[in-house]
């Protein structure tokens, strides 16, 4: 069974936007696309609340389809995805990882 990982963030003050958006396309999207245990991974940045004038409360959202929970703790301890997590975690403000499953 496929898990939903949603991550909302923004970016720490100082990061330029056109910077963090270069590197998912560039590193972020193709690595994490790139496991075995992922089914899909997106990012998704927001535009606003509905019916509001109000910006939402993050800036970003990630979805990350898990087809294989184990395989994926495997992975993300590798050397490459942990350059990546690391290179991420240098640009986003504190990350909400948020696990889902199916009702």
Known sequence: MTVKIVVLFNLKDGVDVAEYEAWARATDLPTVNGLKSIDNFEVFRTTGIM???????????????????????????????????????????????????HI
């Open 51 to 101: 019916g509001t004038e109000d910006a939402a409360p993050y800036r970003y959202i990630e979805i990350i389809d898990v087809g294989d929970m184990e395989t994926f703790g495997a992975e993300v301890g590798t050397e490459t995805m942990q350059k990546v997590a690391g290179e991420f975690q240098a640009l986003a403000d504190n990350p909400l990882f948020i696990t889902t499953e």
